[in-house]
C-alpha cells in the first residue's frame, strides 16, 4: 500500500505471501495461484485483516511453510526464536478444528501422550488428519471452546513442525488479542 504525495485515503485490497522460491520473469510477472502462501485483506483505511491461507498454495520444496505459524513452529522447533513470538502469530490467524461426524472437537494424543484438540493453521495441514470435518475459529473462539482443564491443543498434527500448545497459553494470547 502506498500514499500518494497529496495524501489521498489508502487503498485496501490484498497483502499477499509469496512462496520464497518463486521468480517473477517476463512472461510471468505474477506469481501463480499455486505460489501464494495466503494473503491478508487489508481495509480501505489501512487495518490488516487475519491471515487467509491459500487452499491450493503447493509448497515449492518439501518443509517448506504453508502459513506464518506453520513458520514460526519450525523456527521454535529448531530454536532459532523464542517462544514470545508464538502468541502473536497466533491471534492473526484462522484454525481449523478436526470434528467427527457428531460436529464434536477430535481429541487424540499428541506425540507426548497428552490429550489435545486437532487444529490446523492452514489447508495444507488438513490432508494429515483423518476428519470428518472441519470448524473454522479464531483464536479468542478456539480459547473460549478449551476445556478448563486436561485438553491441550495440538498444532498441525502429522506436521514437520508440529506442537503442543498448552491450553492456558492458548487462553492467555487470545486475552491479548
Known amino acids: ?101 457428531q460436529g464434536s472437537a477430535i481429541v487424540r494424543s499428541a506425540p507426548d501422550g497428552a490429550p489435545a484438540i486437532l487444529v490446523t493453521t492452514s489447508y495444507g495441514h488438513r490432508a494429515r488428519v483423518d476428519a470428518a470435518g472441519w470448524l473454522d475459529v479464531t483464536l479468542v473462539q478456539l480459547a473460549a471452546a478449551l476445556p478448563v482443564r486436561g485438553v491441550d491443543v495440538l498444532l498441525n498434527p502429522g506436521a514437520p513442525a508440529s506442537m503442543r500448545v498448552l491450553a492456558d497459553a492458548i487462553r492467555a494470547a487470545a486475552a491479548e488479542s
Open 1 to 101: 500500500m502506498t500514499e500518494s504525495a497529496d495524501d489521498e485515503e489508502p487503498r485496501g485490497g490484498l497483502f499477499m505471501l509469496i512462496d520464497s522460491e518463486w521468480e517473477p520473469t517476463d512472461e510471468a510477472p505474477d506469481p501463480p495461484t499455486e505460489a501464494v502462501i495466503g494473503a491478508w485483506l487489508v481495509s480501505p483505511d489501512g487495518v490488516r485483516g487475519r491471515f487467509q491461507p491459500n487452499p491450493v498454495y503447493r509448497p515449492s520444496k518439501p518443509g517448506s511453510p504453508l502459513d506464518p505459524v506453520d513458520a514460526v513452529l519450525g523456527l521454535l522447533a529448531n530454536g532459532e526464536i523464542d517462544a514470545d513470538v508464538l502468541p502473536v502469530v497466533l491471534r492473526d490467524v484462522m484454525f481449523g478444528v478436526a470434528v467427527d461426524e
